[in-house]
């Protein structure tokens, strides 16, 4: 329990090194002499909007009172265009609480433009009720918990992605920080012990294998990585050297890795619980114990991961439905080719984590010998 508690201020520290690690990104171009703020609408004018069924284009004036910041306090005109895409346009109401960027020349407002709705106060008080529950359900348990989210969110914002978008070797590099990444969660999990190593090696194994298939069902399916989300957009701002493809390969890994995680935890755990209370257990009869759990758990991760890829193209699968089109068409085209793979291939990982996971902790936990 003391190991476990000294990992805490080891691991904020580690939080607070990476907070002040730069980017390498910071600094944008549209964002040079600019302030950044919140602010609310007074009035708006929709004259200059052109209405064309669903979709609105044109631009939205609105008088604005910016809340903080240099300017704050102080009043201007901004402006809101709309290109007639419901997913980024938004019509803001008198009232609303804006995110603005301020274009000025050391005391004169030159420009507003209104970006989006200002959702940050939500966000942050959404966080703390997370983080509250967790630690006063779990307490010790749930504020390690809190500590994995946070650096796992910053491991990937901090490292992973510039790294990506520096152009190293997405698969490498991302299998290396999941790596990483995975040992410092069970450390804060298990402190350093027999069922830290156990779990890693189980998780890292599922994780190396999930890779693997990912690599190669990518190229014998002929994907390409601009099936993800924004990513043709990512090369036409000036990033036109990344590799898609292998980052959509590391990806299917990152996706997977959570799931694969949690089941050695559950079978470590689980091995560990029979151990403790039966001491005399032998090696045989504790592995055959982690595969008992490993089987329950197998049939309703995978589920987890079909229900958590399918969540995400729901859409999509309602257009397929709502245009008629054929189960054969469905199947065979590419984004939904890249979400088989990603299911596929993270059950495949689950699949190889689960006895790998109970012949290593039934090994290394039972004391007694066949």
Known sequence: MKRKFFAIPVILVIIAILIFIPTGFEGALQFKDAEKCKAVVLEVNNSSLINTGLIRTGQQICLVKFCDGKFKGQSAEGWNMLGGSLSQDKIFRKGDKV???????????LSVNLIDYYRLNGEFFLALAFALFLIIFARGIGLRSVLSFVITVLVLWK???????????????GFIVIAV??????FLVYGMNKRLFSSFCGAMSGILFAMILSVICSKVFRIHGAVMA???ALLYSGFENLNLTQIFMASVCIG??????DLSV???SAVYEVVQNCPEISRIRAIKSGMNVAQAAMGTMTTTLLLAYSGTCIALLMTFMAQGTPIYNILN??????EIINTIAGSFGLAMTAPLTAVISGSLLAKKKD
């Open 99 to 109: 995110q603005c960027v301020v274009h000025y020349d050391t005391d004169e407002i």
């Open 159 to 173: 490292i992973m992605v510039p790294l990506f978008l520096k152009g190293y070797n997405p698969i490498v590099c």
């Open 181 to 186: 990444m995975t040992f410092v969660i069970l």
């Open 230 to 232: 924004n990513s043709e």
């Open 256 to 261: 997977a890795s959570g799931s694969v995680m």
């Open 266 to 268: 559950d079978i470590t």
């Open 333 to 338: 085209n590419n984004v939904v080719a890249a």
